[in-house]
């Protein structure tokens, strides 16, 4: 068979969400039975991995223009240099301080021992004695065991990096994912605005900071970006060809089945997808009213996905699911109701089918002036309803040190910078991207009522609606880099596509002018001129917001050296005992999931209860360490007969926090671990 590049471009965009989706088939369910092993792995995953590579993409159509060799060669090259680049200043984040080292920790744990919860292992240091704590960040104390903050995807995919490579292998894993988000965001953008515009879609979201940046850490929104972006693709390509309700399986059934799992896998790695696929529900009933074979096996893909993912979270991560559950139960509530009422309008709408809404000549320009008005509030939100209230105390005093450290006045912790949302948009792509976007949003809503590009409307409706939800409430700590996290998955994206479809169809519309017979000049070089300034217009503000932030660096380099200088300090047969509670919380995963050793807490330990825990630790024939952020409360504690020695220190850089501007800069991070050493010596 000829390699065509349109059909190659199809193909190897539609991969990634393929194989992760393979792979969180078959990995999810070894890790909930307790087999999630590098063998067992390896011996079921990898060929459903090859078996779905293989045989998925083959069922695609090819697209219908004429591709040429050179958006296929851009976009690969593009994906390629953003990996290489994040690989080389990828982050080592294994302290909690926030989100990345927690799931690196997660990630540890699964790759090493293969099962959940973790077990305290209290029965190697001191029992039951009621001094001890077991509770850190983002690690939840339940009886006699402890679960990981979080869900269990992304852990389930950087997992394979550890076992090829150890702690290294682990934090080279998300670059490489979020280099593949880009390529599945290409193939979108080839998709549904034309193969020649990919590399414009690819390049922009590439430099765009937040991609970057959550790329360089363990986070879970590049294989989220992964398979929502990828599950559209699918579901684009599925729907290609026309099939009825009542045909016989075809290449456009499993391309669709395939598009529902990884919607659907989207929970097991963000629980928070679930607001995203409200829409494919909706959309699904479309296509059943619609009598379109593909409804069925979409749903069916939906469902298996979905049901994995409620069973990560509420069987494998509930105390996650009660820590969120005053955003989470109202989520759910909404999420019954919208299958309810899809079902219901399913039923009225089956006999008689999809309304005629083309037929209502005002309607399809009243719902773009309305994307229009729409964008016009979110941009006027801050000067008539500044947005208060985190509902954490926490949460007020940090907004407030950051308010202080930025010189903001008046100082208001309960600031959310909520309706800030959109100009977080604009900071890193442009306002330019986001004018052309508010256009390009308005024209698609505007054809979609007309019934015209109907490709357009899972698309449009997923992403109108993330977006809207998102800009409405982030619900986020609102510092930067760290609040552009909700932005990753789709909104950034959403921007930059309907920028570069507004983009492409104004070049058009100039090229209708060029075709006249008008020979003056201008009119031939319209279109290209139209096309530059608009490209320009889209690259230049994302690349310089990124060129003057924090790509320039590497956060918590050092990390990793120093967790092995740690684990070695530490005998094979020790029971660890953190005698200080603010370094409990950040270190006690480090100690337990990396270097193996059953740890406890101690919150104020005196000299009585440090002699009760060590002698509870001796009878058991262990050797016993005590750990601190410092040497004086290891001196005090032990009598000054042991020597103190610091195993860990970094001294390293890390991101700032900034409210009302771009991150820039960096500020400092210093990690240390003190420890004394008490062997057993019977």
Request: include cysteine; charged fraction near 15%.
């Amino acid at each position: 068979m000829r390699l065509l590049p349109g059909r190659f471009l199809a193909r190897v965009t539609a991969l990634p969400a393929i194989a992760v989706a393979a792979w969180l088939l078959v990995a999810f369910p070894l890790l909930a039975l307790g087999s999630f092993t590098p063998l067992v792995a390896a011996v079921l995953g990898l060929p459903a991995v090859i078996t779905a590579c293989t045989w998925v993409p083959r069922l695609l159509p090819d697209p219908e223009e004429d591709v040429p060799w050179w958006p296929v060669v851009l976009v690969l090259v593009i994906t390629v240099v953003f990996a290489a680049v994040q690989i080389a200043y990828h982050a080592e984040a294994l302290v909690i301080r926030r989100d990345p080292a927690s799931y690196a920790m997660y990630t540890t744990w699964i790759a090493e021992n293969g099962y959940l919860p973790i077990p305290q292992q209290r029965e190697l240091i001191a029992g039951d004695d009621p001094s001890l704590s077991y509770q850190s960040l983002a690690h939840y104390e339940r009886g006699d065991v402890i679960w990981p903050q979080f869900m269990a995807g992304a852990p389930l995919v950087t997992s394979v990096g550890y076992w090829l490579g150890g702690l290294d292998g682990m934090f080279v894993v998300t670059p490489v994912l979020g280099a593949l988000g880009v390529l599945v965001f290409a193939g979108l953008t080839a998709r549904l605005v034309g193969a020649r515009w990919a590399p414009l879609g690819a390049l922009v979201l590439a430099l765009c900071l937040p991609q970057q940046w959550v790329s360089r850490f363990t986070y879970s929104e590049p294989l989220t970006q992964i398979l929502l972006l990828g599950g559209l693709v699918l579901a684009h390509d599925a729907l290609a060809r026309r099939t009825d309700i009542t045909d016989r399986w075809s290449s456009a059934h499993t391309p669709a089945a395939v598009a529902g799992l990884a919607f659907g896998l989207g929970l097991v790695v963000r629980i928070d997808a679930i607001r995203d696929l409200l829409p494919v529900i909706g959309f699904v009933g479309l296509l059943l009213v619609a009598r379109r074979g593909q409804a069925p096996p979409l749903l069916g893909g939906l469902l298996v996905g979905t049901g994995l993912g409620l069973y990560a979270g509420y069987g494998l991560s509930l105390p996650y699911l009660e820590y969120l559950s005053d955003s989470l139960h109202p989520l759910l509530l909404i999420s019954a109701v919208v299958v309810l009422v899809t079902a219901a309008a399913t039923v009225a709408l089956w006999r008689h089918g999809i309304p005629r809404v083309e037929r209502v000549r005002w309607l399809p320009g009243t719902v773009a002036a309305l994307a229009l008005f729409a964008m016009l509030l979110f941009a006027i939100r801050p000067l008539l309803w500044p947005d208060y209230g985190h509902g954490s105390d926490f949460t007020d005093g940090w907004v407030a040190y950051v308010q202080e450290r930025e010189g903001l006045w008046p100082i208001e912790g309960s600031r959310t910078y909520y309706d800030m949302s959109l100009y977080w948009v604009g900071w890193y792509v442009g306002m330019a991207t986001v004018l052309f976007a508010s256009l390009g949003v308005a024209l698609v809503l505007r054809r979609l009522f007309q019934r015209r590009d109907p490709q357009w409307l899972l698309p449009a409706m997923l992403l109108v609606w993330t977006v809207g939800t998102t800009l409405l409430r982030p619900a986020i700590t609102p510092d930067h880099p760290w609040a552009s996290r909700r932005l990753v998955v789709l909104v950034l994206p959403a921007f930059i596509l309907f920028a570069v479809w507004f983009v492409a169809w104004l070049t058009r519309r100039c090229v209708v002018v060029d075709r006249t017979d008008d020979p003056r000049l201008m009119a031939r070089v319209l279109p290209a001129v139209v096309a530059a300034v608009s490209t320009v217009a889209l690259i230049v503000p994302t690349a310089v917001t990124s060129a003057a932030g924090i790509m320039g660096y590497r956060q918590d380099v050092g990390s990793v050296e120093a967790a092995h200088r740690l684990c070695d300090a530490l005998p094979e047969d020790s029971s660890v005992v953190v005698v200080d509670s603010g370094m409990a919380s950040n270190y006690m995963p480090l100690l337990r999931n990396v270097c193996g050793v059953p740890t406890a807490a101690m919150a104020e330990p005196t000299p009585r209860d440090v002699d009760r825990v060590v002698s509870a630790i001796h009878e058991r024939g262990r050797d016993a360490v005590l750990a601190a952020p410092d040497w004086e409360p290891l001196d005090r504690l032990t009598d000054g007969e042991v020597e103190p020695e610091r195993p860990f220190h970094v001294v390293a850089r890390m991101d700032p926090s900034t409210l009302m501007e771009p991150p820039t800069g960096s500020w400092t991070f210093t990690g240390s671990v003190w420890v004394s050493v008490l062997p057993h010596e019977g």
